[in-house]
T-cell receptor, first 109, second 112 residues
Framework: GENVEQHPSTLSVQEGDSAVIKCTYS??????FPWYKQELGKGPQLIID?????GEKKDQRIAVTLNKTAKHFSLHITETQPEDSAVYFC????????FGKGITLSVRP | DTGVSQDPRHKITKRGQNVTFRCDPI?????LYWYRQTLGQGPEFLTY????????KSRLLSDRFSAERPKGSFSTLEIQRTEQGDSAMYLC??????????FGSGTRLTVV
């Protein structure tokens, strides 16, 4: 089955700086790669996703890049704000989603 | 329709008791998923339905777990003879086929 690895496990950045979170996946058949943000006591919330026929996608301060050859994808957050502090999960899917272990992002004011 | 609803939000039960959780998906979504999340981990797939048919079950779904989606709308997840290792957040999500997943806020189960 699919195996998704996410690194680093924690990341601390200064407000206004950029944050980059990387994930690798194992199953070359996976074709859908979403990123979720989870705040304490809440379910995961989709923030951006990308399909395997696209290399990059942007939505305001958030972008995702996909390298199918290397089987890795990355989340880029620019101009970070304190409210970006949360746990972020990457996932990969051909049928059901397989999640990474998550990264705790802390944005220092 | 405001999203995926899960009930209850919290459940504390004694070891050995049975518990049942409910998920109401977004009405037009024909796929419904159950995931389990333990502290410090990502959600782990348990099972999914397309309409009323249960199409896949994870090996994590032991014989004590059963899920139903009788009319292709809401779903229930039952755990029989609960064990302390069942303590986790149980998440439900729904989607259209090939669509994005929308997760509910989860049911936090504590087995004492």
């Amino acid at each position: 089955g699919e195996n998704v690895e996410q690194h680093p496990s924690t990341l601390s950045v200064q407000e206004g700086d950029s944050a980059v979170i990387k994930c690798t996946y194992s199953d070359s058949a996976s074709n859908y790669f979403p990123w979720y943000k989870q705040e304490l006591g809440k379910g995961p919330q989709l923030i951006i996703d990308i399909r395997s026929n696209v290399g990059e996608k942007k939505d305001q301060r958030i972008a995702v890049t996909l390298n199918k050859t290397a089987k890795h994808f990355s989340l880029h957050i620019t101009e970070t704000q304190p409210e970006d502090s949360a746990v972020y999960f990457c996932a990969a899917s051909m049928r059901e989603l397989t999640f990474g272990k998550g990264i705790t992002l802390s944005v220092r004011p | 329709d405001t999203g995926v609803s899960q009930d209850p939000r919290h459940k504390i039960t004694k070891r050995g008791q049975n518990v049942t959780f409910r998920c109401d998906p977004i009405s037009e979504h024909n796929r419904l998923y159950w995931y389990r999340q333990t502290l410090g981990q990502g959600p782990e797939f348990l099972t999914y339905f397309q309409n009323e048919a249960q199409l896949e079950k994870s090996r994590l779904l032991s014989d004590r777990f059963s899920a139903e989606r009788p009319k292709g709308s809401f779903s229930t997840l039952e755990i029989q003879r609960t064990e302390q290792g069942d303590s986790a957040m149980y998440l439900c999500a729904s989607s259209l086929i090939q669509g994005t997943y929308t997760f509910g806020s989860g049911t936090r189960l504590t087995v004492v």
